[in-house]
């Protein structure tokens, strides 16, 4: 089979290679997915460049999400599931081979079904973007009737708890950095969208709020944000932070979160428990089939072409995701 892989970390250019390796064989319980897509997210950047720490293993195909088709299936799986279209999740985590290769084997459970209407591009959107954004919208119960702030909704997992956290009954509110960005955050349909480098950031969030303030914040920069956060967060009130980039070490404002019995949730969609996976691929399975959710591709690349990928999402010019398309022939 064709694949990308590295035995070094460092520039894209320098130590991303693509040649033949060999097809991978289901073990036990696994299945084997012909992969159409693979989707490259700014953890799979960070871990080729060195981010992360040195490499584990002395070769890695990278890339955690995909779509495909299951062509082979290890003991102990129905034979039935050959042929399926499905969605993959942590492919690359705690794993040397993720999805970016003509052929991935994987345990069963982390190739989902996906749903007729839903094209492969797609597919490689779900398992880190679209997870986060459930799992943030949704973690800490129903959201119907509720006001949620979701900062940076032009990002690829702002763009789909905005549109999560809409479905599920909520008043949506989102920053972004300006106009491009704000046309892009409007396609998921938030209720109103605050252009957070305003000196009146505070004051547009509590007017968008009816001046109530808002119940859950999905966070991209905790730190950054923080600010702003105590100011524009209810009483009981939920930050579900699942990064925290320009500030990686914020300084807490303990006592006003504490005197309004704030909660601090801190999420990585790689270490979902059982249940919370389940309600993930639930949430995320439902919203597909409805033919209503909108993903965002900012581009699209070749199995040659994964350095300019890589580098297109480090860039942080890309609005939305970054995919790497592979032809099944």
């Not at 119940?215 to 930050?239: F, Y």
Request: charged share 20%.
């Amino acid at each position: 089979m064709q694949a990308v892989w590295y035995e070094k970390t460092g520039a894209a250019d320098d130590v991303l290679k693509l040649t033949e390796l060999p097809d991978p064989e289901p073990g036990p319980g696994e299945v084997r997915v012909r992969v159409a897509s693979s989707g490259v997210n700014p953890s799979d950047v960070k871990t080729r460049a060195g981010a992360r720490g040195g490499l584990v293993w002395p070769r890695v195909v990278p890339h955690s999400d995909g779509g495909g088709v299951i062509d082979a299936v290890g003991a102990g799986v129905d034979a039935g599931r050959i042929g399926q279209r499905v969605w993959i999740w942590n492919a690359a985590w705690q794993r040397a081979h993720g999805t970016c290769a003509e052929f991935v084997a994987l345990p069963a459970a982390q190739a989902v079904p996906l749903p007729e209407c839903v094209d492969f591009r797609a597919a490689a959107c779900l398992g880190i973007p679209a997870s986060t954004a459930w799992h943030a919208v949704f973690a800490d119960g129903p959201v119907r009737g509720k006001t949620l702030l979701v900062t940076g909704g032009a990002g690829a997992v702002g763009h789909y708890a905005i549109q999560f956290a809409r479905r599920g009954g909520a008043r949506v509110i989102t920053t972004v950095s300006g106009e491009r960005k704000a046309e892009h955050a409007r396609s998921a349909g938030p209720d109103a969208i605050v252009n957070y480098r305003s000196d009146s950031v505070v004051q547009q969030i509590l007017a968008a709020s009816d001046g109530q303030g808002v119940d859950r914040i999905v966070e991209v920069e905790l730190g950054g944000n923080l600010a702003v956060t105590a100011q524009v967060i209810r009483p009981h009130g939920v930050i579900a932070a699942y990064g925290s980039m320009a500030v990686p070490e914020p300084a807490l404002p303990f006592y006003p979160l504490m005197f309004r019995g704030v909660t601090l949730r801190t999420l990585l969609v790689y270490l979902l428990d059982g249940a919370a996976r389940r309600a993930v691929i639930d949430g995320i399975g439902e919203a597909l089939a409805s033919g209503e959710l909108v993903h965002a591709i900012a581009g699209s690349f070749a199995l040659d072409e994964v350095a300019a990928a890589h580098r297109a999402v480090e860039s942080g010019a890309c609005i939305g995701n970054v995919v790497v398309e592979i032809p099944m022939l």
